[in-house]
C-alpha cells in the first residue's frame, strides 16, 4: 500500500478487526497475537538483516544485537508479564456503599497508531506493535520511509501474520503521517525528533487523543577523574560508532575531568583503531549513514571545527564516515548546539563538579545519562544531579538492552514509557468499576433531604 488512498482503508480495517476481537479474552488475545508475530519475524529473519544492510550497510550482528534479539527478548518479557497484567484489582470500598465491590480492570485503547523513525527502522517498529497487539489492540504503523526496504519486509511481516487486519502497515512520507493524523485513533506512539514531535502532538490535540513521544536528546558522558580510563574509553568508542552513532541513546558529547583529559583521550583513540583499525573508512563493521542528507549534515559539522584530532573522513560514495574524535571545542561550539546522531564524539572538559552539573542541567532534559567513575558513591551521586530519561554507571546504551526496564524520556527528551510491563501499561487504561447490590438502598442520597443532615453530619465524622 503506498498510495494516499489505502490510509482510510488500513485505519477501517484496523477499527474492524479490533471490534471484531472484542469477545475474546485479554488472556488468550495477546498471547495469540504474540505467537504469530514472533513466528512471521521468524520466517523472515534473513531478509530483516538484508533489508537492514540495504537501507544503511547495517552490519549483521548489528542487526541480531540490536534489532532481533531486542524483538525476541521483548515478546518473552510481554509473554511474563501477561500472566498477572489483566487480572481485575480489587480495591477497598467506602463504607456508606455497604455490600458493593470496587474493582480495577485493564482496557486496551482500541486501534493505536505507530509511527517510527528510520534508525532501528526494525525494532522500533515491531517492539511498540508488540506491546500494542500484547495489550489487546489493533495497530497501524508508519515506518520511516528512510529504510524504505525494512518498511517493506515490515508489511510482508504484519500481513501475513494477522490476515484479519489486526496489524496494518500504511508505507509513505510525512504526507501520508498528516493524512493519518485526519483520522481518530485511540492513541498515537511517535518515535522521532523533536520538531516532528510537536507537530503530532498538536494533531493529537485536535482529537484529544493520548500520545506517548519518544524523542532525542544531547546525551552526556561524563568521565571523573576516579574512572577506569581504558573502559570509559572502550565503551564509549562502541557506544558512538555502533549503527554509525545513530541511536537516541548514544553518548552525543564526553564531559571529562580536566586532570584526565589526555589520558581519556589517548585511552579513546586506542579503543577506535582496536575495534575499527587505522581506516575505519574501509571497515564492514561500520554502518552508513542513512542518506545523502545526513551524511552532508555531519560532514558539514567536520569542516565547521578545528578539533578534529582522529578520524572523520568521509566517503559520499558509500555514505561511510568514520568516527571522529574532536576536542578544544567550547559549549558554544556548532557540535554542542543540536543531537550529533552521527559518529563524531566532542571532547569538553570540566574544572568543577559544580561547573559540570550548572552545564548539563541548564539545557533540554536528555534521553540518557552516562557516568564513569570507580566510585560507586561518586557516580550515583552524579546520577542523581543529572536528570535523563535513563542511563547507565560504567557503560552506555545498555539500559535500552532490557526489556524489563521502563524506556523513554523526560522534557525535551519525550514522555511516556514503554517495553515489556511499561508497554502493556502504555497501551491501557484503567477501568473503574463499582458492583452495587440490589440491597440495602442508602434513602440518605435522595431528596427529599429534610431531617438527614445530622446522619450525613455523622457519617463525614465517622
Ligand atoms: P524519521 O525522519 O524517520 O521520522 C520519524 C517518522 O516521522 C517517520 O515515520 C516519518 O515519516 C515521520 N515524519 C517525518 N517528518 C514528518 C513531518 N514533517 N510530519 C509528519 N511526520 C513526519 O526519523 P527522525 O525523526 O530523523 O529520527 C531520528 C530522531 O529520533 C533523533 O532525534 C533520535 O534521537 C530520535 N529517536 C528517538 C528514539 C527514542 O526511543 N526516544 C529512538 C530513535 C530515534
Known amino acids: 500500500m503506498r498510495n494516499s488512498e489505502a490510509v482510510p482503508r488500513a485505519v477501517q480495517i484496523a477499527r474492524d478487526a479490533f471490534v471484531s476481537q472484542q469477545s475474546v479474552s485479554e488472556t488468550q488475545k495477546g498471547p495469540d497475537a504474540l505467537r504469530r508475530l514472533s513466528r512471521a519475524v521468524r520466517e523472515h529473519e534473513n531478509e530483516i538483516v538484508s533489508a537492514l544492510q540495504a537501507d544503511f550497510g547495517k552490519p549483521e550482528l548489528e542487526s541480531l544485537a540490536s534489532e532481533l534479539s531486542v524483538f525476541y527478548q521483548e515478546v518473552r518479557e510481554l509473554k511474563r508479564c501477561l500472566k498477572r497484567f489483566f487480572r481485575p484489582q480489587r480495591r477497598p470500598t467506602p463504607q456508606a456503599f455497604f455490600r458493593s465491590t470496587s474493582t480495577v480492570y485493564r482496557e486496551p485503547f482500541g486501534t493505536v497508531l505507530v509511527i517510527a523513525p528510520w534508525n532501528y527502522p526494525f525494532q522500533l517498529s515491531v517492539v511498540p506493535v508488540a506491546g500494542a497487539l500484547a495489550a489487546g489492540n489493533s495497530v497501524v504503523l508508519k515506518p520511516s520511509e528512510l529504510a524504505s526496504n525494512v518498511a517493506g519486509v515490515l508489511e510482508k511481516i504484519l500481513h501475513s501474520a494477522f490476515p484479519e487486519g489486526l496489524a496494518r502497515v500504511v508505507q509513505g512520507d510525512k504526507q501520508v503521517v498528516q493524512e493519518l493524523l485526519s483520522h481518530r485513533f485511540d492513541h498515537i506512539f511517535y518515535t522521532g525528533n523533536s520538531v516532528v514531535g510537536k507537530t503530532i502532538m498538536k494533531s493529537a490535540a485536535e482529537q484529544l487523543t493520548p500520545v506517548t513521544l519518544e524523542l532525542g536528546g544531547k546525551n552526556p558522558a561524563v568521565v571523573t577523574a576516579k574512572a577506569d580510563m581504558r573502559v570509559a574509553a572502550q565503551r564509549i568508542a562502541w557506544g558512538k560508532a555502533f549503527n554509525a552513532g545513530q541511536t537516541c541513546?548514544?553518548?552525543?558529547?564526553?564531559?571529562?575531568?580536566?586532570?584526565?583529559?589526555?589520558?581519556?583521550?589517548?585511552?579513546?583513540?586506542?579503543?577506535?583503531?582496536?575495534?575499527?583499525?587505522?581506516?575505519?573508512?574501509?571497515?564492514?563493521?561500520?554502518?552508513?549513514?542513512?542518506?545523502?542528507?545526513?551524511?552532508?549534515?555531519?560532514?558539514?559539522?567536520?569542516?565547521?571545527?578545528?578539533?578534529?584530532?582522529?578520524?572523520?573522513?568521509?566517503?559520499?560514495?558509500?555514505?561511510?564516515?568514520?568516527?571522529?574524535?574532536?576536542?578544544?571545542?567550547?559549549?558554544?561550539?556548532?557540535?554542542?548546539?543540536?543531537?550529533?546522531?552521527?559518529?563524531?564524539?566532542?571532547?569538553?572538559?570540566?574544572?568543577?563538579?559544580?561547573?559540570?552539573?550548572?552545564?548539563?542541567?541548564?539545557?533540554?532534559?536528555?534521553?540518557?545519562?552516562?557516568?564513569?567513575?570507580?566510585?560507586?558513591?561518586?557516580?550515583?551521586?552524579?546520577?542523581?544531579?543529572?536528570?535523563?530519561?535513563?542511563?547507565?554507571?560504567?557503560?552506555?546504551?545498555?539500559?535500552?538492552?532490557?526489556?524489563?526496564?521502563?524506556?523513554?524520556g523526560v522534557g525535551e527528551s519525550g514522555f511516556g514509557r514503554y517495553r515489556g510491563l511499561y508497554s502493556l501499561r502504555a497501551f491501557t487504561y484503567e477501568r473503574a468499576l463499582v458492583n452495587h447490590r440490589i440491597w440495602p438502598e442508602l434513602r440518605l442520597r435522595y431528596p427529599p433531604y429534610e431531617g438527614k443532615l445530622r446522619l450525613m453530619r455523622w457519617l463525614l465524622g465517622s
Request: hydrophobic fraction near 40%; charged fraction near 25%.
Open 249 to 408: 541513546v548514544a553518548p552525543d558529547y564526553v564531559l571529562v575531568d580536566g586532570a584526565v583529559h589526555d589520558e581519556f583521550v589517548g585511552e579513546l583513540r586506542a579503543a577506535f583503531v582496536r575495534m575499527y583499525g587505522e581506516k575505519p573508512l574501509n571497515s564492514a563493521d561500520m554502518a552508513r549513514i542513512i542518506n545523502d542528507r545526513h551524511f552532508n549534515r555531519l560532514k558539514a559539522l567536520l569542516d565547521g571545527t578545528q578539533g578534529v584530532i582522529w578520524g572523520g573522513s568521509c566517503d559520499p560514495r558509500t555514505r561511510a564516515i568514520s568516527p571522529a574524535v574532536v576536542t578544544d571545542l567550547s559549549w558554544d561550539d556548532q557540535l554542542m548546539k543540536e543531537e550529533i546522531f552521527g559518529p563524531l564524539l566532542p571532547i569538553l572538559r570540566y574544572q568543577s563538579r559544580r561547573e559540570l552539573v550548572e552545564r548539563v542541567n541548564s539545557r533540554s532534559r536528555p534521553l540518557a545519562v552516562y557516568v564513569f567513575s570507580t566510585s560507586n558513591t561518586e557516580a550515583r551521586q552524579l546520577f542523581a544531579d543529572l536528570p535523563s530519561g535513563g542511563g547507565c554507571i560504567n557503560d552506555v546504551v545498555l539500559q535500552v538492552a532490557s526489556s524489563s526496564l521502563p524506556f523513554g
